[in-house]
């Protein structure tokens, strides 16, 4: 049987987020254990970097939609290229009452099991 890597907090979330077809103000709140997006933005920096990197390697995707769950419903999936600007993006993080445009992340082509510790 194959021995899982050695998970941080911020790849745990992001691993079970990206399960649940989470929005990405969802992984911040999770990951936070707050409601207040003030506190969640302290976060947004290494997610964006996380992301980035495990959308390169195809561990991750993401998904942008008027609605939530955007993937396989009303959604389109993020071009590669796209990525980096769509992290950038702090709209992209807001949690809005009735939102335009929703960025969720889900899991990518590659099984997250090929993650190896130090990726």
């Given amino acids: 049987m194959k021995e899982w ?4 907090e911020d790849e745990y979330c992001l691993y079970v987020n990206s399960r649940e077809l989470s929005p990405l103000w ?4 999770d990951r936070t254990q707050s ?4 506190v969640w933005v302290t976060k947004i920096p290494a997610f964006a970097e996380l992301i980035e990197r ?6 991750v995707q993401l998904f942008a939609g008027a609605e939530w769950p955007p993937p396989h419903i009303s959604g389109q999936k993020v071009p590669d290229a796209d990525v980096a600007v769509v992290l950038s993006d702090p709209e992209s993080w807001r ?3 009735n939102p ?3 960025i969720t992340v889900a899991l990518g082509e590659r099984d997250i099991s090929e993650l190896e510790e130090g990726m």
């Avoid at 409601?35 to 003030?38: F, G, N, V």
């Avoid at 495990?54 to 561990?59: H, I, M, T, Y």
Wanted: charged share 30%; glycine share 0%; aromatic share 16%.
């Fill in 26 to 29: 969802s992984l911040l709140a």
């Fill in 95 to 97: 949690c809005f009452e």
């Fill in 35 to 38: 409601d207040r997006q003030k």
């Fill in 5 to 8: 890597p050695k998970w941080t």
């Fill in 100 to 102: 335009t445009r929703v």
């Fill in 54 to 59: 495990w959308a390169r390697l195809q561990f």
